[in-house]
Nanobody, 125 residues
């Protein structure tokens, strides 16, 4: 059974930084493509960042380009989201998600097969 678990959320002032971590377990010998998405109350989940199964390719939403960096441990299903220059509009619940197969639709929430429970990030002005 695949399990996805995030950690590292919290509260920070605008301009500050946070690093989120995520591990997907339960698939011995296999690697997932991984993504981060976020959700605010009353809204759907939206794409933030994605990394391919081997780490060679990364993709970002325009709103976070140049401020957020997604990375992964070599040969592991552990990924990170380094968030810098945070803004109040980055406040959301951040979800880590895993794809069994690399999907060109990485920006669509329904392209992910497994989800974590989410971690709250709050940025105050």
């Amino acid at each position: 059974q695949v399990r996805v678990a995030e950690s590292g959320g919290g509260s920070v002032q605008a301009g500050g930084s946070l690093r989120l971590s995520c591990t997907a377990s339960g698939r011995p010998g296999g690697r997932f493509a991984m993504g981060w998405l976020r959700q605010t109350p009353g809204n759907d989940k939206i794409f933030v960042a994605h990394i391919s199964w081997n780490g060679d390719n990364t993709y970002y939403a325009d709103s976070v380009k140049g401020r957020f960096t997604i990375s992964r441990e070599n040969f592991e299903n552990t990924v990170y989201l380094q968030m810098s220059s945070l803004r109040p509009e980055d406040t959301a619940v951040y979800y880590c998600a895993a794809q069994v197969y690399n999907s060109a639709s990485y920006f669509m929430p329904n392209s992910y097969d497994y989800w974590g429970q989410g971690t709250q990030v709050t940025v105050s002005s």
